[in-house]
């Protein structure tokens, strides 16, 4: 592998050093490693890992086809090898772990880059990569994590709980199995749990559980058909037939409010599978084959983009543009206020699929605080995007596999 660049290479991923003076003075990369006991234990010090003042972001690759995988660190811009994994359809991640889904279960990859959010400042971490384990499910499985725990829902509705802490330690740990069925993944948020039941023929209904599966609140709401889940600074946000629901927490109470699209979206137009930021409260998703949906949830409003036909699109949200990938092979870009086009690469993907939305081998668009990455599976590359400087292509990063599947993580 190696990397081709249009200028000189600046620090990768000129990321938001949001540590407090207070935090930073105390980060040491070069220092001896220390006991988290000992009194010289720098704030936020975590054993066998080191802290950086920027996000230290790589990337999980899969290749569906042959069952090759790789990490790409897009700090040193180095691939490394890990184990194969024949028969993967889908690659997930929670911003730590990588979860490579096959027919028959789910193989757990820890990245070795994290961050954590302490609100006023964020702390920066890079580890060893080190593989995991393998979770019970097959195709349908959907996980979900939070700094707590790690929430394995099956096709069935089935879920199971697993606790941060020993995945961290490179174990899978003993499960708790949480009581009942769900109607769609069970999310992990506010230090609680948020999910669908249904009772019935009747339209699912929001839930708030604790820890231990209990049920705690259930706000007043109605999701006919759910599709699509994302956790936002907001709230979780549930796709549902007609719009969005999105329950919030406040000072320890529960709601959900439905943010309607407005009109009738039939359903082959409707948002069913949401992308966006880590942090962000700009959503997209795919709306039919030649429109992006955008869910701005602090305002609670949807604007639907007129583009192109559609294969893969993300935004970084706060005035960044829309990135859509389209079927000519290029990167196209739209004022998310307008709707207007604002530039275009020129064709970076000779191969493009037919097929879309995150499906074997499609394309897929991950966004950071400041660059995009788009995975080129028949190149065998991935390009980094400056999408702040009118889509230029800031890194070629070419690749030994297929990378016919892609997640970021250190987010």
């Not at 081709?4 to 105390?26: D, H, I, K």
């Not at 993967?88 to 490579?100: N, Q």
Request: aromatic share 4%; net charge negative; glycine share 12%.
């Amino acid at each position: 592998m190696f990397v081709r660049t249009n200028v000189p290479l600046a620090p990768a991923l000129l990321s938001v050093v949001l540590m407090t003076a207070g935090c930073a003075s105390q980060v040491d990369s070069k220092s001896r490693p220390v006991s988290p006991t000992s009194p010289t234990a720098p704030h936020g010090y975590v054993e066998g890992a080191a802290e950086a003042a920027e996000q230290q972001s790589r990337l999980l690759l899969g290749d569906a086809d042959s069952g090759d995988t790789r990490v790409l660190d897009l700090i040193t811009g180095k691939t490394h090898d890990t184990a194969r994994r024949a028969g993967v359809t889908e690659l997930t991640t929670d911003g730590r772990f990588g979860y490579f889904h096959g027919a028959n279960g789910t193989h757990v990859l820890d990245s070795g880059a994290w961050m954590v959010d302490h609100g006023d400042h964020v702390h920066y971490y890079s580890a060893k990569t080190k593989e995991v384990g393998e979770l019970p499910g097959g195709t349908g499985t959907s996980i979900r994590s939070d700094k707590g725990v790690t929430v394995v829902t099956a096709a069935d509705g089935k879920a199971t709980a697993y606790r941060r802490a020993e995945l961290e330690k490179g174990t899978l740990g003993t499960p708790d199995k949480l009581p009942g069925t769900h109607a769609g993944p069970v999310v992990p948020y506010a230090e609680h749990l948020v999910t669908l039941v249904r009772d019935g023929d009747a339209p699912a209904k929001a839930v708030v559980l604790d820890r231990s599966g209990k049920r705690v609140a259930a706000p007043r709401s109605a999701c006919e058909d759910p599709k699509g889940d994302a956790v936002t600074r907001r709230g979780v946000v549930l796709g549902c037939a007609d719009g969005a629901l999105l329950v919030r927490e406040d000072d320890g109470a529960f709601t959900a409010e439905k943010i309607p699209y407005g009109e009738d979206v039939p359903d082959p137009e409707r948002a069913a599978e949401f992308r966006h930021r880590p942090g962000s409260t700009t959503l997209t998703a795919r709306a039919g084959k030649n429109a992006v949906w955008i869910l701005d949830v602090t305002e609670r409003a949807w604007k639907r983009v007129e583009t192109g036909p559609v294969v893969a699109a993300n935004t970084a949200g706060e005035g960044a543009p829309l990135v859509v990938l389209e079927r000519d092979g290029a990167l196209h870009g739209y004022d998310i206020s307008t709707g207007e086009e604002t530039t275009a690469t020129g064709r970076l993907l000779k191969d493009v699929p037919e097929a879309a939305g995150g499906g074997t081998g499609a394309p897929v668009i991950e966004v950071d605080r400041s660059r995009a990455y788009l995975n080129d599976p028949a190149g065998r590359r991935v390009y980094e995007i400056d999408y702040n400087d009118d889509l230029r292509v800031a890194r070629t990063f070419d690749l030994d596999v297929r990378p016919s599947l892609m997640v970021e993580t250190g987010r």
